[in-house]
Protein backbone atom coordinates (compact mmCIF):
# COMPACT_ATOMS: atom_id res chain seq x y z
CA UNK A 1 0.00 0.00 0.00
CA UNK A 2 3.02 2.27 0.58
CA UNK A 3 4.28 1.89 -2.57
CA UNK A 4 1.28 2.92 -4.34
CA UNK A 5 1.23 6.27 -1.97
CA UNK A 6 4.79 6.79 -2.84
CA UNK A 7 4.36 6.46 -6.55
CA UNK A 8 1.64 8.89 -6.52
CA UNK A 9 3.74 11.47 -4.72
CA UNK A 10 6.36 10.93 -7.36
CA UNK A 11 4.15 10.95 -10.37
CA UNK A 12 2.71 14.87 -8.68
CA UNK A 13 6.51 15.87 -8.26
CA UNK A 14 7.31 15.05 -11.76
CA UNK A 15 4.84 16.99 -12.74
CA UNK A 16 5.62 19.81 -10.99
CA UNK A 17 8.93 19.63 -12.34
CA UNK A 18 7.39 19.65 -15.87
CA UNK A 19 5.23 22.77 -15.32
CA UNK A 20 8.17 24.44 -13.31
CA UNK A 21 10.56 24.26 -16.61
CA UNK A 22 7.99 25.02 -18.94
CA UNK A 23 7.90 28.56 -16.82
CA UNK A 24 11.67 28.48 -17.02
CA UNK A 25 11.57 28.48 -21.20
CA UNK A 26 8.33 30.50 -21.86
CA UNK A 27 8.19 33.21 -19.05
CA UNK A 28 9.55 36.60 -20.69
CA UNK A 29 12.22 38.10 -17.42
CA UNK A 30 14.72 36.57 -15.50
CA UNK A 31 12.55 36.98 -12.04
CA UNK A 32 9.69 35.75 -13.40
CA UNK A 33 11.72 32.92 -14.73
CA UNK A 34 13.25 32.85 -11.46
CA UNK A 35 10.03 32.51 -9.39
CA UNK A 36 8.48 30.00 -11.58
CA UNK A 37 11.09 27.64 -11.87
CA UNK A 38 12.32 27.53 -8.29
CA UNK A 39 8.79 27.27 -6.59
CA UNK A 40 7.93 24.34 -8.88
CA UNK A 41 11.08 22.49 -8.94
CA UNK A 42 11.15 22.48 -5.08
CA UNK A 43 8.22 21.28 -4.31
CA UNK A 44 8.00 18.92 -7.29
CA UNK A 45 11.92 17.33 -5.97
CA UNK A 46 10.75 17.40 -2.22
CA UNK A 47 7.62 15.20 -3.75
CA UNK A 48 10.31 12.41 -5.40
CA UNK A 49 11.99 12.47 -1.87
CA UNK A 50 8.88 12.22 0.01
CA UNK A 51 7.40 9.39 -2.23
CA UNK A 52 10.76 7.98 -2.09
CA UNK A 53 10.92 7.85 1.50
CA UNK A 54 7.40 6.43 1.18
CA UNK A 55 8.28 3.66 -1.04
CA UNK A 56 11.66 2.64 0.76
CA UNK A 57 11.38 2.75 4.26
CA UNK A 58 13.26 2.78 6.40
CA UNK A 59 16.54 1.88 5.03
CA UNK A 60 19.70 3.25 3.23
CA UNK A 61 17.87 5.02 0.37
CA UNK A 62 14.67 6.08 2.20
CA UNK A 63 16.64 7.78 5.07
CA UNK A 64 18.97 9.83 2.79
CA UNK A 65 15.93 10.86 0.97
CA UNK A 66 14.26 12.06 4.02
CA UNK A 67 17.12 14.04 5.38
CA UNK A 68 16.95 15.63 1.88
CA UNK A 69 13.63 16.97 2.30
CA UNK A 70 14.49 20.07 4.91
CA UNK A 71 17.93 20.47 2.89
CA UNK A 72 16.35 21.25 -0.21
CA UNK A 73 13.31 23.26 1.42
CA UNK A 74 16.23 25.65 3.27
CA UNK A 75 19.32 25.83 0.73
CA UNK A 76 16.72 26.21 -2.63
CA UNK A 77 14.65 29.70 -1.72
CA UNK A 78 18.34 30.70 -0.46
CA UNK A 79 20.23 30.24 -3.50
CA UNK A 80 16.65 31.88 -5.63
CA UNK A 81 16.91 35.07 -2.97
CA UNK A 82 20.52 35.62 -3.40
CA UNK A 83 20.26 35.49 -7.23
CA UNK A 84 17.12 37.55 -7.82
CA UNK A 85 19.67 40.35 -5.55
CA UNK A 86 22.84 39.72 -7.35
CA UNK A 87 20.69 39.89 -11.18
CA UNK A 88 18.89 43.29 -9.86
CA UNK A 89 22.77 44.60 -8.29
CA UNK A 90 23.96 43.60 -11.65
CA UNK A 91 21.36 45.79 -13.74
CA UNK A 92 19.19 43.45 -15.45
CA UNK A 93 16.10 45.01 -16.30
CA UNK A 94 13.07 44.15 -15.67
CA UNK A 95 10.17 43.13 -18.84
CA UNK A 96 8.41 46.32 -19.82
CA UNK A 97 5.29 45.53 -19.20
CA UNK A 98 6.27 45.09 -15.03
CA UNK A 99 4.24 47.74 -12.80
CA UNK A 100 6.16 47.36 -9.69
CA UNK A 101 9.91 47.86 -8.64
CA UNK A 102 9.95 48.07 -4.84
CA UNK A 103 13.55 46.81 -4.32
CA UNK A 104 14.75 49.82 -6.63
CA UNK A 105 12.50 52.18 -4.70
CA UNK A 106 14.25 50.54 -1.68
CA UNK A 107 17.86 51.04 -2.90
CA UNK A 108 16.92 54.63 -3.74
CA UNK A 109 16.15 55.13 -0.51
CA UNK A 110 18.94 53.67 1.33
CA UNK A 111 21.51 55.98 -0.76
CA UNK A 112 19.90 58.97 0.61
CA UNK A 113 19.79 57.49 4.28
CA UNK A 114 23.53 56.51 4.12
CA UNK A 115 25.05 59.57 4.73
CA UNK A 116 22.56 61.60 7.51
CA UNK A 117 24.45 60.13 10.25
CA UNK B 1 1.56 -1.92 -14.29
CA UNK B 2 4.73 -2.59 -12.92
CA UNK B 3 6.49 -0.08 -10.38
CA UNK B 4 9.61 -0.30 -12.09
CA UNK B 5 8.51 0.43 -15.62
CA UNK B 6 6.66 3.60 -13.53
CA UNK B 7 9.84 4.57 -12.37
CA UNK B 8 11.64 4.65 -15.59
CA UNK B 9 8.85 6.72 -17.22
CA UNK B 10 9.42 9.49 -14.32
CA UNK B 11 13.47 9.00 -15.15
CA UNK B 12 12.81 9.72 -18.86
CA UNK B 13 10.64 12.24 -18.00
CA UNK B 14 12.95 14.56 -15.68
CA UNK B 15 15.79 13.53 -18.65
CA UNK B 16 13.34 15.49 -20.84
CA UNK B 17 12.39 18.41 -18.37
CA UNK B 18 16.19 18.45 -17.75
CA UNK B 19 17.08 19.34 -21.99
CA UNK B 20 14.51 22.26 -21.36
CA UNK B 21 16.41 23.39 -18.74
CA UNK B 22 19.74 23.51 -20.80
CA UNK B 23 18.15 25.31 -23.49
CA UNK B 24 17.62 27.61 -21.16
CA UNK B 25 21.15 27.86 -20.47
CA UNK B 26 22.05 27.51 -23.82
CA UNK B 27 19.46 30.82 -25.16
CA UNK B 28 19.66 32.71 -22.14
CA UNK B 29 20.11 36.24 -23.02
CA UNK B 30 21.84 37.29 -19.44
CA UNK B 31 24.33 36.11 -17.35
CA UNK B 32 21.69 35.77 -14.81
CA UNK B 33 19.21 33.78 -17.14
CA UNK B 34 22.23 30.86 -17.61
CA UNK B 35 22.11 30.43 -13.81
CA UNK B 36 18.81 30.21 -13.08
CA UNK B 37 18.65 27.57 -15.55
CA UNK B 38 21.65 25.55 -14.08
CA UNK B 39 20.45 26.24 -10.62
CA UNK B 40 17.59 24.79 -11.53
CA UNK B 41 19.38 21.77 -13.29
CA UNK B 42 20.84 21.01 -10.52
CA UNK B 43 17.74 20.56 -8.21
CA UNK B 44 16.46 18.34 -10.98
CA UNK B 45 19.40 16.00 -10.85
CA UNK B 46 19.26 15.98 -6.81
CA UNK B 47 16.01 14.53 -7.70
CA UNK B 48 16.85 12.34 -10.65
CA UNK B 49 19.29 10.47 -8.42
CA UNK B 50 16.69 8.51 -6.20
CA UNK B 51 14.58 7.20 -8.80
CA UNK B 52 17.31 6.14 -10.44
CA UNK B 53 19.11 4.33 -7.40
CA UNK B 54 15.78 2.89 -6.60
CA UNK B 55 15.41 1.23 -10.21
CA UNK B 56 18.85 0.28 -10.24
CA UNK B 57 19.21 -0.78 -6.49
CA UNK B 58 22.74 0.82 -5.79
CA UNK B 59 22.25 3.16 -2.33
CA UNK B 60 25.62 5.38 -2.95
CA UNK B 61 23.92 7.40 -5.31
CA UNK B 62 21.76 9.27 -2.53
CA UNK B 63 25.39 10.27 -1.66
CA UNK B 64 25.81 11.55 -4.92
CA UNK B 65 22.71 13.67 -4.60
CA UNK B 66 23.29 15.02 -1.17
CA UNK B 67 26.53 16.40 -2.07
CA UNK B 68 25.26 17.60 -5.57
CA UNK B 69 22.63 19.64 -3.45
CA UNK B 70 24.96 21.52 -1.39
CA UNK B 71 27.67 22.00 -3.76
CA UNK B 72 24.70 23.24 -5.87
CA UNK B 73 23.73 25.82 -3.44
CA UNK B 74 26.89 27.06 -2.39
CA UNK B 75 28.22 27.31 -6.10
CA UNK B 76 24.84 29.85 -6.82
CA UNK B 77 25.06 31.68 -3.73
CA UNK B 78 29.28 32.08 -5.05
CA UNK B 79 28.27 33.08 -8.48
CA UNK B 80 25.49 35.42 -7.30
CA UNK B 81 27.56 37.03 -4.86
CA UNK B 82 30.27 37.96 -7.47
CA UNK B 83 27.44 38.91 -10.33
CA UNK B 84 25.99 41.39 -7.33
CA UNK B 85 29.49 43.26 -7.20
CA UNK B 86 30.03 42.26 -3.43
CA UNK B 87 33.49 40.44 -1.82
CA UNK B 88 32.65 36.62 -0.57
CA UNK B 89 32.70 37.46 3.59
CA UNK B 90 29.99 40.53 3.29
Request: include cysteine; hydrophobic fraction near 50%; charge should be neutral.
Amino acid sequence: MNEYIGIVFILIGVLFDLFGCIGLVRLPDVYNRLQAATKCVTLGTCGIMFGIFLMQGFNEIGVKALVSVPLIFITSPTAAHALARGAHIAGVRLWKKSVCDKYEDDKKHMGKEKPAP
Amino acid sequence: MNMDQVILGCVAALVAICFMCLYRAWRGPTVADRMVAIDILGILVVGFCPLWAVYTERGFLMDIALAWLLLSFIGTVTLAKYLGGQQLDE
